[in-house]
């Protein structure tokens, strides 16, 4: 019958409770985050008499955990960006050559001949040792060490008529995607902690792409600025100079163009004597005529090839490369031994601090391909909030007096559920961190047309139930569990089309995944115990011998 | 006190005595939908079709065509220009929204073809604000649309499957062609208005579905009830007896759902105006086709009767139409 436990009504009471807490916040959202910002930055660099203001903005022993803005919401950038990670074995090819070379010096002189990006081609001059030579090649061959590629060589090598072909294998490639999606995600992580923003979003999506959220910044495109460029630094030897950009530079040299000279091409030898993973710190600075330039030190191993290369090549000049393009190529003058340098070319102050910024963080392993970009001003997002804003309180205000008007003091219980119905989902976006978005908050106000539908099913039933005269206690118990099959049916569907939207959505349309499959999680709780509890309270104490829903 | 009645105490309307008419008029809507679907098209945003987007504010009125001026020297291709009106914002609050095809050997707009864009529209309106810039490249376009349908698909298929195994599959049948009315109308009233489509507004299809699903269930779980408790009664009978029953409780739950949905369309703002729109309009074509569609075909397909027992006659369904 009308009967709750003690410890049921409890356990109700506590969840709106501690939902309601959790969601407490969010209603002061500006102190709040002030609060959130204060205390991470003094756990990071320590209290300043400023930061202790703003950290005094919410009281320690509150939750302070927010609803985070979506970008449509705050203002930002989006991009998607694919990596080629094709790159990569071309790269690796490069590394083999010599590699190759050196094992086959004590059977046969070899020569590198033309051949696509990823693969390796090498011509014997003595095509009788093609059988020995294969071998050797093959005995260069690693194993793979991940687990579905486990027990196989990393590179496949074919031969016909003294011609050599070495390319990467198959499980090699899936172990080096993966290598190269790793430190693709933590280069671009570096590089926007080094910016310092708030909050960046750095997921990896699918198998060779990442999404990159920046919250609070201009435009994509200066977020591109910083994680475009790849930034591969190599120091090469210059072998000419010249004008040409068709000339062939020969097998072993690069052919590239100067950023500054235009019409003005290096060959340069295509090994570099130094790389930017050898750098242990670059910043921006000035040389000597007060250009905007960036300084830089090796570590010890980059050093030592640095000050050897400089003590042997006094006179020659030298390559600095970023990207394939010559940033500048200046003549060794001395034995340069410290293992530090600066690089100058026609920067800005701007350009020379993002270099510094690129150079510290790393290089990334591949290149990038932009593939989605979204860029939402901070007013558009405002404007959307307060749009939000006037529309979720009418639509609130409109549903709790139709809810009123037509089921009378049940109708006030309904209200006052669905109320705690939307704290809940706060407190529970809260919670989890989540994300709320601009489809987000309708979904919130979908919810709150449709939260009540669980009411107006237990309403209608017990209506119904009055007709046969059963008395009012029965009738609300029928009521009650009559109606319970129709709502969880209706909800568990609706559900099920949430965690669709959710797996196959992203960005805003993901948001509106979780307010709305929260908002139907939330609303079966308050719709059916919390009205529940209620009524069962109200009942208890008026025990009314007539009853009008 | 007295109490907001929308449906009077005790209602038995039939329902299925104008069967003919509103079963042919929801199988017109659709073809008409699908004919509209194809010789239009839809106005696909960039999400679907690549390109870039570029939303303006300026305080002085939008010229389309001073703006069309304008940019034409780019050799973009196609652009297409449009003023948005909303009735929340200010006077001095002009939005428009610009939007240009994919470029030739790129994805995502690169930052100079953003920016000639930016500075061409700033000679014609010298104070313009850019509130925000979109890009899509094809190749992400490509998957998001085929997404979308893969979304829609699996919606439908996960809904057949659950009401197959909660109900019987006559219903799941029953239910799913309802589901597909919806979302054929409502793919209809996008082509046929050309509002942009794009990718919340198959969240909103997927909310459609949800919605108008959450309706059908309501009913056929009263009719699953009442199956078993007029065991005599012809289907029909009882069919529409389910569906007075529950009427007052359709109208209600439609009734507050509007009410948010329109307060959202009005005052939410133009950015999600389309989405807003396509649930607003899901809402009654949903609420129409649970009454109407769903079990029209519940009926012609026939459901078993006799609850008590265990499916002793399971395959043979069709002869208990009218036991």
């Known amino acids: 019958m009308l009967q709750i436990s003690l410890w049921k009504r409890l356990l109700i ?25 204060a205390a991470a930055a003094i756990e990071k660099s320590g209290a300043t008499p400023e930061l202790e203001t703003q950290l ?19 203002g930002g950038a989006h991009l998607l960006a694919e990596v080629n990670v094709a790159d990569v074995y071309a790269s690796r090819m490069e590394a083999t050559w010599p590699e190759v070379r050196d094992a086959l010096r004590s059977l046969t002189p070899v020569r590198r001949q033309e051949s696509p990006a990823g693969e390796l081609r090498v011509r014997l001059n003595d095509p009788t040792k093609m059988a020995e030579a294969m071998e050797t090649v093959r005995g260069l061959a690693r194993q793979v060490t991940t687990l579905s590629g486990a027990g196989s060589n990393d590179i496949v090598v074919s031969g016909d008529d003294g011609l050599i072909t070495i390319t990467l294998s198959d499980a090699e490639m899936q172990a080096t995607d993966e290598r190269t999606m790793q430190q693709s995600l933590e280069i671009i992580r570096r590089r926007i902690d080094e910016v310092g923003t708030r909050e960046p979003t750095i997921q990896r999506q699918g198998t060779d792409r990442i999404l990159i959220q920046v919250p609070g910044i201009g435009s994509a495109t200066e977020l591109k600025a910083i994680i475009g460029t790849t930034a591969q630094l190599t120091f090469n030897p210059v072998v000419s100079r010249g004008s040409n950009g068709n000339d062939n530079p020969g097998i072993g040299n690069l052919l590239l163009p100067s950023t500054d000279e235009s019409g003005v091409f290096y060959t340069l030898e295509a090994a570099p004597v130094v790389t930017g993973e050898e750098l242990v710190d670059a910043q921006p600075s ?5 250009r905007p330039a960036v ?12 000050g050897n290369y400089t003590a042997e090549n006094i006179g020659s000049p030298f390559a600095i490369v970023l990207d394939n393009e010559v940033i500048s190529a200046p003549t060794i003058q001395s034995h340069i031994p410290g293992g530090s340098g600066i690089i100058t070319g026609n920067f800005s102050v701007e350009e020379s601090t993002n270099l510094a910024v690129l150079l510290r963080a790393g290089a990334l392993p591949a290149g990038l391909t932009f593939v989605e970009e979204r860029t939402i001003g901070p007013e558009l997002g405002q404007d959307s909030i307060d749009a939000g804003k006037i529309a979720t309180t009418v639509a609130f205000a409109a549903v709790l007096l139709f809810m009123f008007a037509s089921y009378g003091l049940f109708g006030f219980f309904a209200n006052i559920a669905l109320i705690i119905n939307v704290g809940l989902i706060f407190g529970l976006l809260s919670l989890i961190g989540a994300t709320l978005t601009l489809p987000g908050i309708a979904g919130i106000v979908l919810t709150v047309g449709m939260a009540v539908d669980a009411n107006v099913l237990i309403f209608e039933r017990i209506r119904e139930e009055l007709k046969t005269a059963k008395g009012p206690a029965r009738a609300i118990s029928l009521g009650y569990e009559k109606a319970l099959s129709a709502i969880l049916d209706a909800n568990i569907t609706t559900f099920i089309i949430a965690v669709i939207l959710f797996m196959l959505g992203s960005g805003p349309v993901r948001g509106f995944a979780v307010t709305l499959g929260l908002g139907i999680v939330t609303s079966v709780f308050t719709a059916y115990f919390v009205t529940r509890l209620m009524v069962v309270f109200w009942f208890e104490r008026r025990r009314p011998k007539q009853l009008t829903v | ?73 780019l050799g973009l291709g196609d652009v297409s220009i449009s003023e948005v009106f909303d009735p929340t914002s200010a006077d001095d609050k002009h939005v428009a929204m610009i939007r240009v095809q994919a470029q030739e050997g790129e994805e995502a707009a690169t930052p100079e073809t953003i920016s000639t864009i930016q500075e061409a529209l700033k000679t014609v309106a010298p104070e313009i604000k850019f509130t925000s810039v979109e890009s899509v490249g094809p190749k992400v376009s490509g998957e998001l649309i085929q997404t979308a349908f893969l979304a829609v698909a699996a919606s439908l298929g996960a809904i057949l499957i659950y009401i197959w195994l909660r109900f019987e599959w006559q219903f799941s049948v029953g239910a799913v062609a309802a589901l597909f009315h919806d979302v054929v109308l409502t793919i209809g009233i996008f082509s046929a208005l050309q509002i942009r489509f794009d990718l919340p507004v198959i969240a909103a299809i997927l909310t459609i579905i949800g919605y108008s699903i959450n309706d059908t269930v309501v009913i056929f779980d009263r009719l699953r009830e009442n199956l078993r408790k007029y065991k005599k009664r012809p289907l029909r009978e009882v069919m529409n007896l389910s569906v007075n029953e529950t009427l007052s409780r359709t109208v209600m739950t439609s009734g507050t759902t509007l009410l948010a949905l329109i307060a959202l369309l009005i005052l939410g703002g133009d950015v999600i105006r389309g989405f807003v729109f ?15 569609v769903a079990k029209n075909i519940v009926l012609y397909l026939g459901v078993k009767r006799d609850w008590s027992k265990p499916d002793a006659n399971a395959g043979n369904q069709y002869a208990n139409i009218d036991a």
């Open chain 1, 295 to 306: 300084s830089f030190r090796f570590d010890t191993t980059g050093a030592r090839k640095f």
């Open chain 2, 1 to 73: 006190m007295k109490r907001l009645k929308l449906v009077p105490d005790d209602t038995n309307y039939d329902f299925f005595g104008y069967a003919k008419l509103t079963f042919g008029l929801s199988c017109v809507a659709i073809v008409l939908s699908l004919a509209v679907w194809f010789t239009m098209g839809l106005n696909y945003g960039i999400d679907f079709r690549g390109g870039t987007t570029v939303r303006t504010e300026s305080a002085t009125a939008v010229d389309v065509a001073t703006y069309r001026a304008a940019l034409e020297p």
């Open chain 2, 278 to 292: 396509a649930i607003t309009w899901g809402v009654v074509v949903g609420t129409y086709s649970s009454v109407f």
């Open chain 1, 286 to 290: 000035f040389d000597q005529n007060g």
């Open chain 1, 56 to 74: 005094a903005l919410w009281p320690e022993w509150m939750p302070s955990g927010l609803v985070n803005l979506g970008l449509d919401l705050r």
């Open chain 1, 13 to 37: 009471a506590l969840t709106c409770a501690v939902g309601l807490w959790l969601a407490l916040p969010n209603a002061f959202y500006g102190p709040v985050e002030q609060h959130n910002d």
